[in-house]
Structure formats: structure tokens, C-alpha cells
């Protein structure tokens, strides 16, 4: 199949430059700030041009801001540039003296730490905006342009047992991420974490809030657009794709894995990301109103390994209903552009952390689901019936610190498989290596592993598309052969052969 090419994108003057974590005007605020500073140390005669030449780039890039809004990562860089100011204007505003002798300026030692105070400030806007930038998600290497759009259903059978009133039913959120014929240049891209920026900070300010972080540390996350386009005409040729459903992890949401699920949808599938209410961090409904979590820890571990299994079988049961649905869809019981284009006779279950645990949920209880994708997830809830479906755990490298009750409890789940099942270590990895944290927190290992944020969504991806290729569209070969180029490999036999 061919590589498609990038089509253009719609470009503005607020959005960053691929590769840098800044926007245009952010960079021209940062060098007319570094104008300014440095201009103290410039001959007589150049210092005047420069000045001008700073306020020239300072004045629109420091407006601007007012109507696009603008990122704390450049407050430093202002202050600084203000700071810097009146030793740059002063000389300038002055004049020159009687009898043709220079302005008066402040005396270097003077001036000397306050230009450094300066170029500190400065310098703290780049580095700010290289650890929290706005996301710039990976051009997908398939053959597909990708669509997504975001529907919401409601199960008829099943109550909300997170509230007390009987009438009200259960009710999800999903996302669908799909092959799609090119647009046309200048569609606009994808809001990232919600259908609008509104949404979008709303879901991020409760993420925030979910890891105890302050929502002004990552106000990038709402600017960016992912590599999708909203509503995109599904790709021609009739072709039937086979579909991924996703489970995010406990307090995540549907678009956490956006790059994940774009990757899968160039190859030809259809990946369906669930917001299970009460649970995701902020889930909001086609009515307007926004439901945030309701699950928290209570600092017991039995008690809390109690409730977990409770939140992971209400997720499974949320798996399955959307599964019904998209069953419906393809059929043509709920109209859809994609009606006759899924198929559903070949469905991967997956899920990161707390997902993970309710994909192996959901294929113990469904057979309809033909594999199941856990993305280091620990295994809550019963570990019976035994699985019949070829799975692959991906877990993050093992340290002193991981749970030393993880790795015996997925061995226990993989290991009784009556099916080939298959665990891969990958080395350098965290556990929010598997979602698209990388993009957009600070590179630390231990937080997000240290695979950079190019490699981390390519290898996730590519180990996905190995495993998924083999045991939905019967590629011929071994996936273990094509899995172990990404991490460390045990593989797990029908019988308790690893």
C-alpha cells in the first residue's frame, strides 16, 4: 500500500513550528527580548537600531496574546524583556548630552547583573515551553488519511450505579478514529481532547487536577490539533476494517491515546476510545452537563483492590455495550457513515493501566472479542474463566518500585491463557509511555520513560500493529519474530510452555 503524503495543514501564526516547542510570535517576543538585554553591550552607534529593532518584534508579539490568549511559558520572557527595558531605552530617550558626548547609561557593574537577572528570565520561557509544550502529534505512516468523530450511547438494560436515581441509565461516550479519504488542503485538523477548545480545557484542567497539578502547567495541551479531521468521509472501496476497542486508564479519558489510535487508523482499523462516566476524569454529554470522577483510593489495600475489581467490571460491561452498538452500526440498525465498513467478526479489546485490566475483563466475559491489547495494565478482578484469545501485555521496564505483586499476577493471567499469549518489556519505558504523556510532560524517566517523545508513540504503535496484524488479519508468521524487535519477549503457550 502506498504512504500517503501529508496534506497541508492549516496554519497560524499561534501555532508551533514543528520541531520547536514555541509559536512564531513567541520566538519573535524571545529574540526581542534578547535584543533588548544584549543592546546595553552593543558600540554607541549600533545600540539605537537595535532598541528600535526590539521594540519592533516585542510590541506585536507581546499584543497578540490579548487576542489569541497567551502561554505562562512566556511571562519570564516578558518580564525579563521589561526588566532589560529602561537600560536599553534610557541612553536612547536621553539623547544625547551637550557638546556631542554620549547619553548618560548605567555603569557596567551595575548594568552586569541586571542583564543577567534578565537573561535568566528570559531563558526560562524556552525551557518552560521545551517541558510543558503544546503536543505535536506524529504524522501516521499508513495508507489512510484519519477521521474521527464522537458519538454517545445509552445502554437501555443497564443502570447508573454511580448515582442513586433509578431512572437513570448508563451512558458512554466514544470516539472513533477511522481510515478516511484525504482532504482537501487546509482542512482544519482535530481539536485534541475534546470535539471543541472548550471541552477540550475543561478535560485538561480535570487532568490536571486528577495528578495534582495546577491546570496553568499544561495549557498547551488544549491548543493542540491532532493529525485527524472531524466528520472526514470514511475511504472509498468498500473495504470492511477490522476495529480496536479502548479502555483509558483509571481518571483517563477517550483521547489519551489520540496518536496511538491515528497510527492504527492509517493501517486500516477502526479504533473506538471509550469515556466511561464518573470514572474519566470529565466526560461531557451531549446535553452540556460535565460528569468528573467519582472513583477514588481509600488508602487500603485490600479495600481498594476490592473496589478496583468493581470499577473494572463496570468498564468490561461498557466495552461490551459498545461493542453492540458498533455491531448495530455496521449493520445498518444506527445509521452511520460507517454502516457495512466494520468488521466485527474481528475486534482487539485494549485498555492502558486500569483499561488494560478491563480488556481482560471484557474477553473473559465476551467472545465476540477475538484478542485483547493490555498496555501495562494490572490484572483486577477474577482471574477466571481462563482467557481463549491471544493477548499481548505491554509493560513498562520493571524496577524496585513497581508493585511486586504486577509481574506474578500477569504471569498468572497470561500463563493459564488456553490461547498464545505474549508479554513485552520495553526497555526505557514508563508507565504513561503507553499513552501520548510524552508529547506534552516533561521528559523525566521515571515520569514518562526515556524513549523522547518521537520514539515512545512509534514504538507503542508499531508493537501494537505487529501483534494486531498477525492474529486479526492472519498475516503468516510468527508475531513473536516481529515483537521482539521492541522490547523483551516471553511468550506464554496453551499448556504453561513459556
Known amino acids: 500500500m502506498r504512504r500517503r503524503t501529508p496534506g497541508a495543514e492549516h496554519g497560524r501564526v499561534t501555532e508551533n513550528i514543528a520541531g520547536l516547542p514555541m509559536s512564531p510570535l513567541e520566538i519573535l517576543a524571545l529574540l526581542g527580548a534578547v535584543a533588548l538585554v544584549v543592546a546595553r553591550w ?22 497578540a496574546p490579548a487576542v489569541t490568549g497567551i502561554r505562562w511559558q512566556l511571562l519570564p ?128 484542567e480535570a487532568l490536571a487536577r486528577g495528578v495534582g497539578l495546577p491546570g496553568f502547567l499544561v495549557d498547551g495541551v488544549p491548543r493542540a490539533r491532532s493529525r485527524s479531521v472531524f466528520d472526514a468521509p470514511v475511504a472509498g472501496g468498500g473495504e ?17 491515546n489520540t496518536a496511538w489510535a491515528e497510527e492504527l487508523a492509517s493501517h486500516g482499523y477502526v479504533v473506538a476510545a471509550l469515556d466511561h462516566p464518573y ?61 457495512g ?13 486500569m483499561g488494560g485490566a478491563a480488556a481482560l475483563q471484557a474477553a473473559r466475559q465476551d467472545r465476540r472479542f477475538a484478542a485483547v491489547l ?46 498464545t499469549s505474549y508479554r513485552l518489556t520495553v526497555p526505557g519505558a514508563a508507565h504513561l509511555t503507553f499513552m501520548d504523556g510524552p508529547l506534552y510532560l516533561p521528559p523525566v524517566p521515571s515520569l514518562v520513560g526515556s524513549l523522547g517523545r518521537t520514539e515512545s508513540p512509534r514504538v507503542v504503535a508499531a508493537a501494537t500493529l505487529a501483534f494486531l496484524d498477525a492474529v486479526l488479519r492472519d498475516q503468516p508468521g510468527d508475531p513473536a519474530g516481529a515483537l521482539r524487535a521492541y522490547g523483551d519477549l516471553t511468550v506464554h503457550h496453551p499448556g504453561g510452555h513459556g
Do not use: M
Request: proline residues 10%.
Open 42 to 63: 552593543l558600540p554607541p552607534a549600533a545600540r539605537p537600531r537595535v532598541t528600535i529593532a526590539a521594540g519592533a518584534l516585542l510590541v506585536p508579539s507581546a499584543l
Open 240 to 256: 470492511r476494517f477490522p476495529v480496536v476497542l479502548f479502555s483509558p486508564g483509571s481518571g483517563g479519558v477517550r483521547t489519551q
Open 279 to 339: 470514572d474519566s476524569a470529565a466526560v461531557v454529554l451531549a446535553d452540556g452537563r460535565t460528569v468528573t470522577t467519582e472513583t477514588a483510593s481509600s488508602g487500603d489495600r485490600g479495600k481498594d483492590d476490592e473496589l478496583a475489581a468493581g470499577w473494572t467490571a463496570v468498564r468490561a460491561a461498557d466495552l461490551g455495550f459498545v461493542l453492540t452498538q458498533l455491531d448495530a452500526l455496521d449493520r445498518g440498525g444506527i445509521a452511520d457513515p460507517l454502516t
Open 77 to 204: 520572557v516578558l518580564a525579563g524583556a521589561a526588566l532589560a527595558a529602561p537600560f536599553a531605552l534610557a541612553p536612547l530617550l536621553r539623547g544625547r548630552r551637550r557638546g556631542g558626548r554620549p547619553a548618560w547609561r548605567a555603569r557596567w557593574w551595575l548594568a552586569l547583573p541586571g542583564s543577567v537577572a534578565c537573561a535568566g528570565l528570559i531563558a526560562t520561557g524556552p525551557v518552560a515551553a521545551w517541558a510543558f509544550p503544546v503536543p505535536v502529534f506524529p504524522e501516521p505512516s499508513g495508507a489512510f488519511a484519519v477521521g474521527t468523530r464522537v458519538v454517545q450511547w445509552t445502554d437501555p438494560r443497564r443502570p447508573e450505579t454511580f448515582t442513586a436515581d433509578p431512572n437513570d441509565l448508563r451512558t458512554v461516550v466514544v470516539q472513533l478514529w477511522y481510515p478516511a479519504r484525504k482532504s482537501p488542503a487546509g482542512t482544519r485538523r482535530a481539536q485534541y481532547l475534546g470535539r471543541t477548545e472548550r471541552e477540550a480545557r475543561t478535560v485538561s
Open 341 to 353: 465498513r466494520l468488521d466485527t467478526g474481528r475486534v482487539a479489546v485494549s485498555g492502558h493501566s
Open 374 to 419: 493490555d498496555l501495562d495494565g494490572y490484572p483486577h478482578g477474577p482471574t477466571t474463566p481462563a482467557l481463549d484469545r491471544p493477548t499481548l501485555a505491554l509493560t513498562q521496564a520493571l524496577t524496585p518500585g513497581t508493585d511486586p505483586r504486577y509481574l506474578p499476577r500477569l504471569t498468572e493471567a497470561l500463563g493459564s491463557s488456553t490461547a
